[in-house]
């Protein structure tokens, strides 16, 4: 319910997000292409498809196909990006917006580890760490409103794990609802990438 109902809040914002990539096009052709793309990434142990709002140049999005190539890797270079998502959506994270969608679906949940690349979450498990694989993925979570502390995604992302499996579903779900005010807080600041 809490998905369907930020869509519909969504709408007005990337009917916004649209138009400032439409324009970045129109101007800059090397900013040309298709307004979404697809991401394999794991939840539960399961891959599925990412949606994003394209934020990478035509060129750079070529490059996700390459061993080791995916979007976090390309995204941390701001030639890679194009001038509506180095100045529009990763500030404000409007890329994510259409993993509502991936919700909707049952391919994340709204709060938990972000869904990760399937090369990455390999060489997780191969350290034994397999929490990836056991848990659903979330659209936010402790790692993404952690901003200005020393601890890492990872770290941040057992201790969220530790509380799905030790806290009452009450419990979880206020501790949730709290992650998502905090998220909603960090996107009206901008608090995002900065190029």
Known sequence: MIASALLLVALPIGAVAAAAMAVDMIVCRRDRGRFFYRERRVSQGREFDLLKLRTLQKEALGRMDEPGGHARVLEADP???????????????????????????????????????????ARQVERGV??????????????????????????????????????????????????????????????????
């Open 79 to 121: 030639v890679n990006l194009t001038w509506a998502g180095r100045r529009v959506l990763k500030p404000w994270y409007l890329d994510e917006l259409p993993q509502l969608v991936n919700i909707l679906r049952g391919e994340m949940s709204l709060v938990g580890p972000r869904p990760w690349p399937p090369s990455l979450v």
């Open 130 to 195: 397999e929490y990836r694989l056991h848990v659903r993925a979330g659209w936010t979570g402790q790692a993404q409103v952690a901003k200005g502390t020393d601890a890492s995604f990872e770290a941040l992302d057992l201790d969220y794990v530790e509380r799905c499996r030790n806290s009452s579903g009450l419990a979880l779900l206020r501790y949730d609802l709290a992650i998502l005010r905090q998220t909603v807080a960090t996107l009206l600041r901008g608090e995002g990438l900065r190029y």
